[in-house]
């Protein structure tokens, strides 16, 4: 996990531990209100509820992190939800295979494969190309979510393609199966927190993110780990749409279209810098659960939605703040 | 004040992170002078200009222009008493025009703010027509070559109705037609304008015959000022130059082997043309020139950060296929870049994780992992034999440290990979006295240790203090080669100025 340290001084540890875990407060704060204020909060089926609303970005918000922290964004993310989940459903409800041993598997391997893909078209743009990721992942979700409208308009007569095998169902966390979709998720938090803290590929995602240019002068394979990043961003895409299509029972090509505000809400919240170089998972994970408690309160408290996204805007714009502030850019040398 | 005086700099000091680059000058600019400034890299030429043209804060003194108190808080503030400073990278807009240029900061506006065009295009044909440019109001900068451009400059400094304009290395990009342009023009604003010019230049021949005094600077003081009819070029180079070598350099036995590093024919534009050299083990070799000479370009070239459009290095008797940061590290050579800040270190990251930067593939083990323990040996290895001041290395930032400090982080990550080669540009750059004698002490280790050295430096004195021989290049040409015995600050300078010393 990254920690950063800010000026010495008698109260220089303080500002440092809360400047980077000021999120980790933020949610203990949060969480101490809405017991309080909430009726029912700490109710078995709303922290249910809570936890799987949170599994819903988790995975793919992680993903996110890996691109942000080279200072770029990646809006494919939620085409890759969209395509991901009309093709899968396509394969295990209509297709020639459909609901034979072979179908789940294969719609499973589709849909990751679709992120990759995915991934792999933005690292093409980004490091070959030399486009700019704002640019070349508004593209891929562009021309994604077209396809994926067109191709269910192909394939089924309705606005989304159902018919999947029930048993498809048990990784979205129903009846019973309630942790399936959480136990993955945190496999792949653990997995993804794990590849940025301790290993090379890690480091080398930090250093290139603080400082593409002392990094390649070091020696460090620059494009090779951006183009790594956005393949990364694509894969934990594809997984969310597994987990996504298995919650909403069919492939939908509307999936993910009002969660990109609550992904990147959540990363910036959670602390990483939009400047890249730092950040981490954790601070994502911690990111996700408050959003997602803003958003539960949102729903029991009756709120209305312009309310809450007037409250995500804000805490981006402090969170935002306070990432500029604790670098303290001197732009005008005196 | 005499009358003709139009501006007086009294005692202007400036410091840097504490070091003091310029100390009291005292100036005296008399109106419609040429006035030449001259000094070596760092004597503080641009800094001083810089608090003229506003861009930075004077510590001490006062100014005076036209007899009154002149303290511009900015540029603009600057712009407005009549100062326009020409720098040697001109600030114009590539995809606009001529015209609209010339006119950027004073459009002229009819009803509803429109801008008149026809009258722009009109009075920016006079002024090309004055100064004998070949071109039209309405083409693009981007197509427009040099001279011109810089000619835009000087109209634009004149719409601005500027007194005083400043240029600086104004000829480094020029052909030699439009050299003799610039001056054409030059002499035009003197005569016909009555506007005070002050030129800096490392081009002695263009000063002494541009300009009616030469103002010579020298280690942040002023060394004299004198009617140019009065002085010869050796003598301005001995005020550049002259003065004692202080024994800050460290001796010691050494023994230089075998060639092992050779380069040939190192091309890059128009700024490295055609390098050659040979390396020994063991010995430190600099490489002396001025700015614009091409040092930089062809140590950028040699590691592959930027790309040579020719040439072929040969390290170890193994002609390199792919030079780039990557093979050059794998077949260990090291480069600390001139600019630490942007190119060197990752600011806003603790010092330990800049320390591993290099040797981060050699601390991994199994599955990828990066080794903790062995970070953490390493790096206080590194803080320890370069006596490194930082008080928690894995949570203070990088950025926070001195200048010195800095720079042996930055020296200290190359050699966590025991190289056998080190091009280090600017080493001592913005590093204090102290950090300085103990980054000379390191490079002499190296060297003993039969590491070649290649030491990139504007600072001749540090290079005869610590090298076994220097190469002077000019206008991307290796031009002279001095060897311990024949070192000649005067000489040395001569060539690095152009031209057979004189």
């Known amino acids: 996990m990254e920690t950063t340290m800010t000026r010495s001084g008698s109260f220089g540890w303080i500002r440092g531990f809360a400047l980077n875990n000021s999120i980790l407060l933020l949610l203990v704060v949060m969480f101490a209100a809405s017991a309080l204020f909430v009726p029912n909060f700490l109710s078995p089926f709303n922290m249910k509820n809570l936890l799987l609303q949170s599994v819903d970005i988790m995975i793919i918000s992680v993903g996110v992190t890996f691109v942000l922290l080279n200072g770029g964004i990646d809006f494919s993310c939620v085409a890759v939800l969209a395509l991901g989940s009309v093709f899968g459903a396509y394969i295990m409800a209509k297709s020639p295979i459909a609901h034979t041993p072979y179908a789940i598997p294969a719609g499973i391997l589709a849909m990751v494969s679709i992120g990759l893909l995915v991934g792999a078209v933005n690292g093409f743009s980004v490091v070959i190309l030399k486009m700019p990721s704002f ?51 945190l496999a792949l938090v653990l997995l993804a927190h794990w590849l940025l803290s301790a290993t090379l590929f890690g480091r080398r995602v930090f250093a290139i993110g603080t400082n593409p240019k002392a990094s390649f002068i070091s020696g460090m394979p620059v494009k090779r780990t951006v183009f790594l990043l956005l393949l990364v961003s694509g894969l934990c895409a594809g997984v969310q749409s597994v987990i996504a299509t298995a919650r909403n029972q069919a492939g939908i090509p509307s999936l993910g279209d009002r969660v990109f505000i609550d992904i990147v809400a ?27 408690l803003l958003n539960n309160d949102v729903n029991m408290l009756g709120i209305e939605w312009y309310v809450i996204s007037l409250i995500k805007g804000l805490l981006v714009l402090i969170a935002a703040f306070i990432d500029v502030f604790s670098k303290r850019v001197d732009l005008i040398r005196r | 004040m005499p009358s003709d005086t139009i501006l007086a700099l009294r005692q202007i000091a400036k410091s840097f992170f504490g070091a003091e680059v310029l100390h009291g000058i005292d100036l005296e600019v008399v109106r419609g002078e040429v006035l030449g400034l001259v000094g070596e890299n760092g004597a ?20 005076e222009l036209n007899g009154r108190p002149f303290e511009p808080a900015n540029p603009k503030d600057a712009q407005a008493a009549g100062i326009a400073f020409i720098h040697q990278e001109l600030s114009l807009f590539s995809n606009l025009t001529v015209a609209e240029n010339i006119f950027i900061d004073e459009l002229p506006t009819g009803p509803f703010w429109s801008v008149q065009y ?39 400094a004149l719409i601005k109705k500027a007194q005083i304009i400043i240029f600086d290395e104004p000829t480094t990009s020029l052909s030699q037609k439009e050299k003799e342009n610039l001056f054409r023009i030059i002499d035009h604003l003197h005569r016909e304008g009555g506007i005070t010019v002050i030129y800096i230049s490392h081009i002695l021949e263009d000063v002494f015959s541009l300009c009616e005094r030469i103002a010579v600077l020298r280690d942040g003081a002023l060394v004299g000022v004198e009617q140019t009819a009065r002085l010869t070029k050796p003598q301005v180079i ?15 036995e050494k023994k230089i082997g075998d060639v092992v590093y050779q380069a040939r024919g190192i091309a890059q534009g128009k700024a490295v043309q055609g390098v050659s050299m040979e390396l020994r083990s063991g010995e430190v070799v600099g490489l002396f020139g001025l700015m614009g000479a091409g040092r930089t370009e062809l140590v950028r070239c040699l590691f592959g950060v930027d790309k040579m459009d020719a040439g072929e290095v040969i390290f170890h008797g193994r002609k390199m296929k792919s030079i780039s940061p990557k ?14 800040r942007q190119e060197g270190l990752l600011m806003s990251k603790p010092v330990k994780d800049n320390l591993v930067t290099v040797i981060l593939d050699r601390l991994t083990q199994l599955l990828g992992m990066v080794s903790r323990s062995k970070e953490s040996q390493e790096s206080e290895k590194a803080i320890r034999e370069l006596n490194i001041k930082v008080y928690d290395k894995n949570r203070q930032e990088v950025k926070s440290l001195s200048g010195g400090n800095q720079q042996k982080v930055v020296i200290g990550k190359w050699i966590m990979r025991n190289p056998s080669m080190f091009i280090l540009d600017e080493p001592t750059r913005g590093v204090d006295v102290g950090a300085k004698h103990e980054i000379y002490v390191i490079i002499n280790d190296m060297a003993r240790h039969g590491a070649t050295v290649l030491f990139v430096s504007s600072e001749m004195e540090e290079l005869m ?19 311990k015995g024949e070192y000649d600050q005067e000489r040395i300078m001569g060539f690095a100025l152009g031209g057979e010393g004189s």
């Open chain 2, 44 to 63: 503080g030429k641009s800094t001083l200009m810089n608090i003229l043209g506003g861009v930075w804060l004077r510590d001490r003194g006062t100014m």
């Open chain 1, 135 to 185: 640019i070349a992942t508004l593209a891929t979700m562009m021309v994604g979510s077209g396809v994926a409208v067109w191709f269910t308009s192909i394939v089924s007569d309705k606005a989304s393609i159902i018919g999947i095998p029930e048993r498809f169902f048990a990784l979205g966390g129903t009846r019973g199966h309630t942790l399936v979709p959480i136990i993955i998720a």
């Open chain 2, 238 to 252: 001995k005020m550049m130059v002259g003065r004692d070598l202080e024994q800050i350099y460290p001796h010691g």
């Open chain 2, 327 to 340: 093979s050059c590290i794998r077949n260990g050579i090291a480069f600390v870049t001139e600019d630490r």
């Open chain 2, 118 to 156: 026809a009258s722009m295009r009109s009075r920016a044909q006079e002024y090309i027509d004055t100064f004998g440019v070949q071109t039209t109001p309405g083409t693009k900068i981007a197509s427009v070559p040099m001279g011109v451009r810089q000619t835009v400059e000087v109209t634009k």
């Open chain 2, 465 to 483: 203090g610590v090298c076994d021989r220097i190469m002077v290049i000019h206008r991307g040409k290796i031009v002279a080669n001095f060897t």
């Open chain 1, 266 to 292: 959540a990363i910036i919240i959670g602390g990483t810098s939009v400047f890249g170089g730092s950040g981490g998972v954790i601070k994502t994970v911690y990111g996700v659960l408050f959003i997602s």
